[in-house]
């Protein structure tokens, strides 16, 4: 089992920025990726961003590419998304996920590529 945390939500204003964490425990040492996830109340969660490990390619949703960014260290089990630029539609609660299955990078897009999920920290961006 991996367990994953997430931190760093919080209230800020259009055009601010914030950085979020997730520390992975547990089974750590079968991740091959690990993403970020969005959600809003009444509507699906959403692709935000993800990591793969085996040679830290990233890919990104369309709506964050170029004001988001995923990194990560694997040594200490953790992934981290500075968000630039926010915008209010980006208010969402964000949750990290780990696969432990290796796939082309763009398919971690899906949330059915995931088998670990932490449980979220809101992120509101007023305008």
């Known amino acids: 089992q991996v367990q994953l945390v997430e931190s760093g939500g919080g209230l800020v204003q259009a055009g601010d920025s914030l950085r979020l964490s997730c520390s992975a425990s547990?089974?750590?040492?079968?991740?091959?990726?690990m993403g970020w996830f969005r959600q809003v109340p009444g509507k699906e969660r959403e692709f935000v961003a993800v990591i793969r490990w085996s040679d830290h390619s990233t890919y990104y949703a369309d709506s964050v590419k170029g004001r988001f960014t995923i990194s990560g260290d694997y040594a200490k089990n953790t992934v981290y998304l500075q968000m630039n630029s926010l915008k209010p539609e980006d208010t969402a609660v964000y949750y990290c996920?780990?696969?432990?299955?290796?796939?082309?990078?763009?398919?971690?897009?899906?949330?059915?590529?995931?088998?670990?999920w932490g449980q979220g920290t809101q992120v509101t961006v007023s305008s």
């Open positions: 547990g089974r750590t040492f079968s991740r091959h990726a």
């Open positions: 996920a780990a696969s432990n299955t290796y796939y082309s990078v763009s398919n971690y897009g899906a949330k059915t590529a995931y088998d670990y």
